[in-house]
Nanobody
Framework: QVQLSESGGGSVQAGVSLRLSCAAS????????IGWFRQAPGKERQFIAG????????NYEVALKDRFTISRDNAENTAYLQMNNLKVEDTAIYYC?????????????????WGQGTQVTVAE
């Protein structure tokens, strides 16, 4: 019941910041918990962060929480992932996902709706 579309990816140099957007082109984003995931070539899809419907609760992959921040603006029907001090190893396809339950989750299978992903490439 929600259609998601990521944007904001691109090719950047290490050390810069980037903000990804996840817009709901169909449906009301405020009805869903939103998660961000990424998948690098040859690796499993990795959870980054999740945020509750009103943005009052979040959870993070511990290794990324110091550099990545999840947020949302329900008035804009959009969620965001702020990525600071990007590293080469951050290169991946980044996905946003939506979950209809009332509590946070960090597992791919717990999210029922997915965007098509946006490529982030970080060069030395």
């Amino acid at each position: 019941q929600v259609q998601l579309s990521e944007s904001g990816g691109g090719s950047v140099q290490a050390g810069v910041s980037l903000r990804l957007s996840c817009a709901a082109s169909r449906g009301t984003l405020s009805n869903y918990i939103i998660g961000w995931f990424r998948q690098a070539p040859g690796k499993e899809r990795q959870f980054i962060a999740g945020i509750t419907q009103r943005g009052t609760g979040t959870n993070y992959e511990v290794a990324l929480k110091d550099r990545f921040t999840i947020s949302r603006d329900n008035a804009e029907n959009t969620a965001y992932l702020q990525m600071n001090n990007l590293k080469v190893e951050d290169t991946a396809i980044y996905y946003c996902a939506a979950r209809v339950e009332t509590y946070l989750a960090a597992t791919e299978s717990d999210y029922g709706y997915w965007g098509q992903g946006t490529q982030v490439t970080v060069a030395e």
